[in-house]
T-cell receptor, first 112, second 112 residues
Framework: NAGVTQTPKFQVLKTGQSMTLQCAQDMNHNSMYWYRQDPGMGLRLIYYSASEGTTDKGEVPDGYNVSRLKKQNFLLGLESAAPSQTSVYFC???????????FGPGTRLTVL | KQEVTQIPAALSVPEGENLVLNCSFTDSAIYNLQWFRQDPGKGLTSLLLIQSSQREQTSGRLNASLDKSSGRSTLYIAASQPGDSATYLCAVRKGGSEKLVFGKGTKLTVNP
């Protein structure tokens, strides 16, 4: 049981480049989340998905897009990366709303 | 707007000491509160989840209490060990919302 996995672990982008962060969970959880963690700011919710095929904005969605085509996968896209998107990105999943969230190991993204 | 504060930001104690970490929140209309542990360079691990109707939860040497009316939660760690060294985060969820609002954490160091 791998839990929540994220790829890649590290990524360096140039301003304006695009990329997709991948998240997978093998716990058959309904809900999935994307957070970013910045020094002095704590963790902030970017997007979440309550079920396959549905997504909703969190606290800081600007500059990101997401897709949840399969129950076990939640993808976070950056269409045109900016230095302000340099951060550590965490994916999480939970059995349903308002239950314990299980986090992946994170992706450290640097935008130059 | 819900704000979560954790004091102190850092704490250093000798091994074997009992200690208390504090979490306060500004809006008492919460659905539940979660305590997490984060090791350097790693994701978050859920420690305890307290529903708004509960007063406390226990797991091993950890005990978390919740006083919703005063907007406070404490995490009590008994007989601390060097392996307890990590950053401890609390997060609150409002009813009907998927959004977790995190504090900035308390960095705990337990010295052998």
């Amino acid at each position: 049981n791998a839990g929540v996995t994220q790829t890649p672990k590290f990524q360096v982008l140039k301003t304006g480049q695009s990329m997709t962060l991948q998240c997978a969970q093998d716990m058959n959880h309904n809900s999935m989340y994307w957070y970013r963690q910045d020094p002095g700011m704590g963790l902030r919710l970017i997007y979440y998905s309550a079920s396959e095929g549905t997504t909703d904005k969190g606290e800081v969605p600007d500059g990101y897009n997401v897709s949840r085509l399969k129950k076990q996968n939640f993808l976070l896209g950056l269409e045109s990366a900016a230095p302000s998107q340099t951060s550590v990105y965490f994916c999480a999943s939970s059995p349903g709303p308002s239950t314990t969230q299980y986090f992946g190991p994170g992706t450290r993204l640097t935008v130059l | 707007k819900q704000e979560v504060t954790q004091i102190p930001a850092a704490l250093s104690v000798p091994e074997g000491e009992n200690l208390v970490l504090n979490c306060s929140f500004t809006d008492s209309a919460i659905y539940n509160l979660q305590w997490f542990r984060q090791d350097p360079g790693k994701g978050l691990t859920s420690l305890l989840l307290i529903q708004s109707s509960q007063r406390e939860q226990t797991s091993g040497r950890l005990n978390a209490s919740l006083d919703k009316s005063s907007g406070r939660s404490t995490l009590y760690i008994a007989a601390s060990q060097p392996g307890d060294s990590a950053t401890y985060l609390c997060a609150v969820r409002k009813g009907g919302s998927e959004k977790l609002v995190f504090g900035k954490g308390t960095k705990l160091t337990v010295n052998p």
